[in-house]
Each structure stands twice: as C-alpha cells, then as structure tokens.
Antibody, heavy 124, light 108 residues
Framework: EVQLVQSGAEVKKPGESLTISCKGS????????IGWVRQMPGKGLEWMGI????????RYSPSFQGQVTISVDKSITTAYLHWSSLKASDTAIYYC?????????????????WGQGALVTVSS | EIVLTQSPGTLSLSPGERATLSCRAS???????LAWYQQKPGQAPRLLIY???SRATGIPDRFSGSGSGTDFSLTISRLEPEDLAVYYC?????????FGQGTKVETK
C-alpha cells in the first residue's frame, strides 16, 4: 500500500527555522517525484515545488523559490521541506504528494497519493 | 503563469441532483495535463480525474471530466451526501503548476 506519512504539527516563532518531513512507503521511492503543496488557512491549494529522490533534481514555483528548500534522503525514503527563517505568513497546512508521470517528457502527470498534511503555525 | 478560474464559487444542490463545475484556463492547456481533486473538511485532497477525463482508481462513475483547450468541466451525475466538498482543478502543463481557487459543493 502506497503511503506518505508526514511529521506532526509545529508551532514556531517568527525567525525560527523548521524542517518538516514526508516518509514514503509501499512503492519505489526513488522513481517518483514528490511535490509539496501549501494551503493557507481557509484558502486554496498552491504548488510549491517537486523533487526527484533518485538524483535530488528539484524544481520550485517562482513564488516559493528562495523561500523554502526541498530536499530528500533516499536512504530513509523521506522528503523534507525546510525554512531557515519563518514568517507569520508561513502559517498553513503543508501537504506532500507523489507525482505520477514524468516531468522531463510529454505524458500525463498528476498527484496520485497525498500525505495527511502538516499544520505549521508561526506566531509570536 | 496559467491562471485557472473555477466557477461557480459555491454550488448549492440537493442529493440526487446533477452538478457541473467549470475550470477555465487563461491559456490553452493540453488536456493530458489537467486534473481534478476533491477535498473534504480536515482531509487531504484526493485525486478524482486526470488527463481531463480519466477517472482515478476507485472513483465512482458518477464523476466524469471533459473539456479541452481552455475550458474543462467536472460533472457529478447524481450528487451523494458524501460528495459535499471543495473541488479543485490543476494544470501540470506549464510551470508553475497552478490550481483553480476551488468550487464548494454544499447542501441546498
């Protein structure tokens, strides 16, 4: 069974750093891209970026480039989302999701499995 | 950036009624790169439709997708109580990948 299990809720202060995780299981972790999606309180979904665990190739949405860092440790089948200095506006639920399909060539793409989400609250 | 505009914002219907949700793109989207998701309160999104019209595994056949170019739609043929949720379209054809703002389907 394919599963993406995310780390728990976090409460942080502005300026602090944070890394949240997403552990994949039940499939070949290194051959599927993993994406991150933000959902601010009461709002819609925003695509942040994707990473290929096989070689750590990473692509960011321009809106999130330089704001977060996406990484992966394939030895423990886990992807990460990192902030070096949080802002109150980073308060949101963050989802990881597995991408079905290729990024580098034509073909269907979609997020077929999602993590349960991780609530990040940034408040002084 | 491709902007996806979903309409209506809220759809109020009774169980058994037909729901038609629209997703309009600011530029043409190859249909193989258009997906629909369902999100219930407190839950992660769930894939319903990919490649504009292909149902994901386990999705009931009352859900169907159609469209091409800049106009796509999701239809729920007979609304069930468990279908009350927010529905999002997403395009994967042009970076950055973008979502529509969502359509909320609620009980009339």
């Amino acid at each position: 069974e394919v599963q993406l299990v995310q780390s728990g809720a976090e409460v942080k202060k502005p300026g602090e750093s944070l890394t949240i995780s997403c552990k994949g299981s039940g499939y070949s972790f290194t051959t599927y891209w993993i994406g991150w999606v933000r959902q601010m309180p009461g709002k819609g979904l925003e695509w942040m970026g994707i990473i290929y665990p096989g070689d750590s190739d990473t692509r960011y949405s321009p809106s999130f480039q330089g704001q977060v860092t996406i990484s992966v440790d394939k030895s423990i089948t886990t992807a990460y989302l990192h902030w070096s200095s949080l802002k109150a506006s980073d308060t949101a639920i963050y989802y990881c999701a597995r991408l079905q399909g290729k990024v580098m060539s034509r073909g269907e793409r979609y997020f077929d499995y999602w993590g349960q989400g991780a609530l990040v609250t940034v408040s002084s | 950036e491709i902007v996806l505009t979903q309409s209506p914002g809220t759809l109020s219907l009774s169980p058994g009624e037909r729901a038609t949700l629209s997703c309009r793109a600011s530029q043409s989207v190859d249909s193989i790169y258009l997906a629909w998701y369902q999100q219930k309160p407190g839950q992660a999104p769930r894939l319903l439709i990919y490649a504009a019209s292909s149902r994901a595994t386990g999705i009931p056949d009352r859900f169907s997708g159609s469209g091409s170019g800049t106009d796509f739609s999701l239809t729920i043929s007979r609304l069930e109580p468990e279908d009350l949720a927010v529905y999002y379209c997403q395009q994967y054809g042009s970076s950055p990948w973008t979502f529509g703002q969502g359509t909320k389907v609620e009980t009339k």
